[in-house]
Every structure is written in C-alpha cells, then in structure tokens.
C-alpha cells in the first residue's frame, strides 16, 4: 500500500495497531499514521512509526515527523524524494529508522536539494534520535556459515552470502543530531551498515552533530563514496566484522573546539572482528575495505581542550583486531598521533597484515603531527613497512563536492 495525497487528505486520524507478542527491540506496532490536522500540503505533521508489511512513499509538501522505530520489512521500500527534510522525535535512542534484510530504501536528493534527517527540537544536540539503519545479506565474520547475527539496536537479523545484496540508494542525504543511546552497550550510530551488499548505492552522505560513531560498518561489502562527517562526539568511520567494500572521498572534521568530558574519538577506527562475537568464520577472514581521498582535520598535535588540560590519546586511525585495509592519499592534520596499530601475533593479527602487504598507506601527507605511527601489534615491522610515499597525499577535493548540501 502507498500512501497517497488523496489518503492523507482525507483522513483526519488513522491509527491502526496490533500489538505484538515478541519481546524484543523491534517495533510492536505494524502500522502507524497519525496525521494531526488533515494533512496534505500544509503545515500539520504527520507522524510515522511501525513495521511497514508495504511500501511507503513519502510526498513532498507533507510535513513528516518520525516519533518511534520506523522498521520496513523485508520485501518493501520506503521511497523520499529530493529536497525533503524529515524530523525525528527529540526522544532518543527508540526513535529510529530501519530497513530490514530484503527491503529497500530509495533516497536520493540532489546537491540543490538535498534529503535531509534530523531533530524536532528547537535546540536541537547530539543525541536527540537515534539514525538510520540498513541491514543486509552480505557475508560477516562474526558468525559461522549464513547464520545471521541480531542488530544492537532494533534487534533485527542481518549477515549471509550475497555480497551483491542491494538495499537500494542514498544520494546526497544528510543526518543529524543522532546518536541516542539505549545503554551503555547499544548505541545509535548516524548511518548503521549491518551487512548491507555492494548492491546498494551510497553517495554524497553526511553525519552531522552525533553522539556515537558517524558511519559503521557491520560486515558487508557496500560501497560508499563523498562522505562528510563533522563533530561527532564518538568515532566518525567505523568498520568491523570483516567488512571488505570501498571507501571514497571522506572528510572528517571532529569536535574543535574540544573539552575534556566532550570530545571527539577516532577519525577511523578499524577492527578487524567484532570482540563481543569473536572472529567464527571459515575459513577466517578479516576486514580488508579500500579506502581512497581521505582527508582529517584535528584539532592540533597538543590536544589542549579548552580547560587547558590535554591527552596523549588523541588519535586520527586506530586500526586492531588484524584488520587489513590499503589507504591510498590522505591527509591527516592536527593530531599527536596519526596511526594507532594494536594487535598481537596470534588472533589479532594486525602487524602481520602490514607484512604481508594487506595494511598499507600509500601517498599521504601530514601536518602539525608529533607521531605517524605506534605499533603495539606484537611484530616488528619499520614505518616503511607500513608507509609510503610520505608527503605526496592530497587528500579529498571537499571544497567542490560538499558545496552547498553539507553543514560546516
């Protein structure tokens, strides 16, 4: 079922729920619409929430608010079209937007018109909502064969064998104020990718203003490309669970004008698996994504936040847990430390992917950094051995690609 104009004018309340008998995090409503003053093109919101069993699409002039978890089932699409600016519940982790395994959404704006997620609140901050999660059939290392694993948030299955699994497009999306956090142990990410397919089409996406991480990668194999994250509270790129895609023209900016208590994490920061589930496929593989055109803007080598006070741990990239990954033209500025290599020489092994040429950094320059490398990997290995082409990274061409559609 669509919905249509002719439904939302017509009606001046629809609310139909059935209440489910599952104990878990997914939503217990099966549909949801709430549409305080008639609807249409005017100034009434319209409220979405509930596990969509059919399509959902969205259209322009319809002032939509998002006030709980908006979950598509596998078999549907929830289509927005450019220019729209969608406003979640300033409620927390609860209120959230996901696509399951076999659905699909179609997303795309334009650099004009971009689509935009973000907070109802009249002083919108981090936090405020949850985000948008994919969930896919692309393969995962964190369990064994096709199992699938389960979602942090949401609960919801996720992993399989079709690396060409396709969860459909984001183009030219922005989100905002995301991160609610459900405890101390699930968390909201700006953009969750749980085993979602090289299938699926992403681009011109940004995290703005977060509480967690701003992209996180679960596994998979999907490509993304033009990605800007700015001010995130946690890391801004995450990947784990051997997720082996490729990552193109990303500018990261963290919280610059940092405190103590409220500062950013890693640009990136890499695992290899997932420590929570272990390392169970087989034959064993690790991350191993591409990552081109970076560039990452600290907030200088002495990592003094505005109390004065300063750390030694801040750092650009933090790659563990034998993560592989070649990085090819960066620029990393403004940091003391710019890769953090953990790991040891059995499970977790990271220094042996830089010996074996499968953790590379090719073409990169530094600015305003006191360290290029620590290795606390458990095998030796030189800086050559991990670096090359020092002073020749360029970066992501940001000034061009971000205009207009991004926030600074």
Do not use: H
Not at 8 to 27: E, K, P, Q
């Amino acid at each position: 079922m669509r919905i249509k104009n002719y439904l939302l004018l017509s009606l001046v309340s629809i609310t139909m729920l059935f209440v489910s008998c599952a104990n878990d995090d997914t939503a217990d409503i099966i549909f949801n619409i709430t549409n305080n003053e008639g609807g249409g093109s005017g100034s009434a919101d319209v409220f979405l929430s509930g596990t969509y069993t059919n399509d959902l699409t969205l259209e322009s002039g319809v002032n939509y608010k998002i006030n709980g978890s908006l979950v598509m089932a596998s078999g549907t699409t929830l289509t927005i079209p450019a220019g729209m600016t969608i406003k979640a519940l300033a409620a927390g982790s609860d209120v959230y937007v996901a696509i399951s395994q076999g659905a699909k959404i179609v997303a795309e704006g334009t650099s004009t018109a971009p689509i935009v997620f973000t907070s109802d609140a009249a002083s919108p901050e981090a936090g405020d909502w949850g985000g948008l999660i994919l969930l896919g059939k692309a393969p995962i290392n964190s369990v064994t064969g096709t199992a699938t694993s389960t979602s942090e948030i949401a609960g919801l299955p996720y992993g399989g064998n079709i690396a060409d699994d396709d969860s459909g497009s984001l183009r030219y999306v922005r989100i905002e104020y995301s991160g609610g956090s459900a405890d101390g142990q699930s968390e909201n990410n700006g953009l969750s990718f749980y085993a979602v397919g090289n299938g699926t089409s992403v681009e011109y996406i940004q995290i703005y203003e977060g509480k967690d991480d701003g992209v996180e990668f679960f596994g998979g194999t999907v490509n993304v490309s033009y990605v800007s994250v700015i001010n995130l509270q946690d890391d801004s790129i995450d990947w784990t669970e051997g997720y082996s895609g490729t990552i193109s023209d990303v500018y990261v900016q963290p919280i610059q004008n940092p405190t103590e208590s409220f500062n950013s994490d890693k640009a990136f920061e890499c695992d290899g698996y997932n420590d929570d589930f272990g390392n169970n496929s087989s034959p064993v593989f690790f991350s191993s994504p591409t990552v081109n055109n970076v560039t990452i803007i600290g907030v200088g080598s002495s990592n003094t936040f505005q109390d004065g006070s300063t750390t030694s741990a801040y750092e650009a990239i933090r790659l563990r847990r034998g993560t592989e990954a070649i990085f090819t033209n960066v620029v990393i500025s403004g940091y003391a430390e710019a890769f953090d290599l953990d790991g040891n020489d059995t499970t977790d092994p990271t220094g042996a992917a830089v010996i074996a040429d499968k953790l590379q950094v090719n073409n990169i320059t530094f600015t305003d950094v006191t360290n290029k490398l620590k290795n606390d990997t458990g095998v030796s290995f030189t800086e050559a051995d991990f670096i090359s082409g020092d002073g020749s990274g360029t970066g992501t061409n940001y000034a061009t690609w971000g205009a207009g559609w991004t926030r600074q």
